[in-house]
């Protein structure tokens, strides 16, 4: 899936703008690198000067300023080295304290703020992208960004300092010595600029490849079952290994590209060094230029240019870091188009009324699955939903609790619109039992009170009896302390349905939707859970998905769809009166002998 970033904003740029409440923590980084550079530079002005107080004694630069004695000249210098080092230590103590605590804040802020961001996207920007490629750009492009702040940032902002105040010096110094070694300068930061360019779309590549790896090895392990049973672990390693040599070839196209970038450098710098030895040198033996201003150019050229050569490899981590960062910010900037109302509703003060008016629905790309639908639900009432696979049965309950928008028309709850109600508060007055049952690692005891946090251990038992659950959890030597494994795996079907429904049970909310409920249970249980039921639906709405009519025989009002549309309406006995959809579908059903 593609995001829509802002064009007219670089990466750079855009991460800044995230970053804007940590300003005092970068600008606290920034100047402890630029002072540990300045004091790192120092130690050639101090060997130039030194040279300069042997060389000429007396006459020394320091001497003009006062100190006339060799020694105490020496002793100057000694005294300068001490503080210049010590300073040096300090800050860079400092910056590297300051950025690494940079790097964990932008990590720990961006990957809150983008996982907060995309619980607020609708159900089909899941459908339309992949888990695994979402987990890769909360994990691995989140943690790029973080090591390019821990060393990247303070080596190109040390990298530009050096260059300013060396050159500068430099130019103040000999100015026509000087000019040779700023001759690789521009070169070099041409062809910067331009394996800059070059090299973006090969790590944005890269990125996407990445994220590719990532979604197929978390399909295939949420798979595990079907690949085993299918014995498909050649064929799957085969695709993990088409995948996976896309992204070695894809790093290699930027590996070409990068590696050549240092050796290039290296040979500009050669030339610049070369010239300042051989022309400095003989200037100085020609008496032009002073011996201690010839040493701190031969060993300040140094400082200036060999920084140069990591410049590839800073250059390489930016690059990286921001092709990481783009899909990071480009997930954070995705619009979300299901907003929340500003209506707040006390879902216990709800009826439970629910109204669908003139309703048209389609997913994306897809053929309308309702068209000008109406459905009257009276509060306090037990309605049930059958039809075949396809009809828009799930649909209506994910329409209600809009995890999609609905096209046109309108659906209301006590006769306020949906869209106006706030999402948090219409979706606690609503409880749902989906046929697709997730549980989290965790205990029996935190499923059932997963979104009832603050229930106590009587109401989470009672609601487990209520299901029918407790008799299974109390079997087990853990009880309700039992691990249930990643997304439940160490239960049955059936007694992660029952945990399921006990969670909405406790939830205790108005309006009560089960989704194939009972699919996973057996006869005897669902029995038990029907007798549960009528206890659990008085004074609420309940609305029953179900393709074993059993489950639905009991409902005030039964509604059987077909193709987005109502064609059939009425209780169990006098739809059977009919001898419509739903006598056939009962006849079915019990002539397969199914328990009724």
């Known amino acids: 899936m593609s995001y829509q970033a802002k064009p007219f904003k670089n990466s750079l740029s855009r991460l800044l703008e995230n970053l804007k409440n940590y300003r005092v923590l970068i600008c606290s980084a920034t100047v402890c690198s630029v002072l540990n550079k300045i004091f790192d530079l ?22 003009s300023l006062g100190i006339k004695s060799v020694p105490n000249q020496l002793i100057t210098l000694a005294i300068l080295s001490f503080l210049i080092w010590s300073a040096e230590s300090l800050f860079e103590y400092l910056y590297s304290f300051f950025w690494r605590n ?3 804040t932008a990590q720990h802020s961006l990957r809150i703020k983008a996982y907060e961001h995309l619980q607020k996207l609708e159900m089909s920007f899941f459908e339309e992208d992949s888990s695994g490629r979402l987990m890769s750009i909360l994990n691995d492009d989140i943690n790029q960004l973080e090591r390019f702040l821990d060393h990247g940032a303070n080596q190109i902002l040390q990298l530009f300092v050096t260059v300013i105040l060396v050159g500068g010096a430099m130019a103040l110094i000999a100015p026509g010595v000087a000019l040779f070694a700023f001759i690789p300068i521009p070169i070099i930061l041409i062809g910067s600029i331009s394996f800059q360019k ?30 085993k049973s299918f014995a498909t672990e050649n064929w799957e390693l085969k695709r993990l290994l088409k995948t996976s040599e896309s992204y070695r070839r894809s790093n290699r196209n930027a590996i070409k590209l990068s590696a050549a970038f240092i050796p290039l450098i290296r040979f500009a710098i050669l030339f610049a060094f070369l010239a300042i030895l051989i022309i400095g040198g003989i200037k100085s ?81 897809r053929i309308p699955i309702l068209r ?10 037990t309605i049930g939903i059958v039809g075949s696979t396809g009809s828009g049965k799930s649909t209506i309950i994910k329409l209600l609790l809009r995890l999609y928008e609905i096209n046109s028309g309108d659906i209301l709850i006590d006769g306020i619109p949906i869209r106006k109600i706030n999402l948090k508060d219409l979706r606690r007055s609503i409880s749902l039992v989906s046929q697709e049952v997730y549980l989290f690692q965790g205990t029996i005891e935190e499923n059932i009170a997963y979104g009832t946090i603050n229930s106590t251990q009587s109401q989470i038992h009672h609601a487990a009896s209520l299901a029918e659950a407790s008799e299974f959890i109390e079997n087990f030597p853990e009880g309700y ?12 079907g059936g007694q992660r349905q029952r945990i399921a429904l006990a969670r909405a049970i406790l939830k205790d909310s108005p309006i009560l939707i089960l989704d194939e409920a009972t699919a996973a249970v057996d006869n005897e249980t669902e029995a038990a859970i029907q007798r549960s039921l009528s206890k659990v639906t008085t004074n609420r709405t309940t609305i029953m998905i179900a393709h074993r009519l059993s489950t639905i025989r009991h409902a005030d009002q039964i509604i059987v769809l077909e193709k987005g549309k109502i064609v059939e309406v009425g209780t169990h006995s006098s ?8 006598n056939d579908l009962w006849s079915v059903q019990a002539g397969l002998g199914v328990e009724i």
């Open 42 to 63: 120092a130690p050639p002005v101090l060997i130039g000067l030194s040279v300069d107080v042997v060389s000429s004694q007396e006459s020394s630069w320091l001497a």
């Open 102 to 104: 940079l790097a964990q």
């Open 198 to 227: 070059k090299l973006a779309p090969r790590y944005k590549d890269v990125r996407e490849k990445a994220g590719n790896i990532a979604a197929r090895l978390s399909n295939n392990l949420g798979g595990i079952l079907t690949i």
């Open 285 to 365: 033996w020609q008496g032009g230029m002073g011996i201690g201003t010839y040493s701190f150019l031969v060993f300040i050229t140094q400082r200036l240019l060999w920084p140069l050569t990591t410049l590839g490899h800073t250059l390489d981590e930016y690059q990286r870091s921001m092709a990481s960062t783009e899909r990071v910010l480009d997930l954070i900037d995705t619009p979300i188009r299901i907003a929340s109302g500003s209506k707040r509703i006390n879902p216990k003060e709800i009826q439970g009324e629910i109204n669908f008016k003139d309703v048209n629905f389609s997913y994306s790309n």
């Open 372 to 381: 000008n639908f109406n459905l009257d639900i009276a509060p306090f009432n």
């Open 481 to 492: 302390q039992t691990v249930v494994g990643e997304r439940g795996q160490k239960l049955s």
């Open 575 to 582: 739809l059977i009166e009919k001898a419509g959809s739903y």
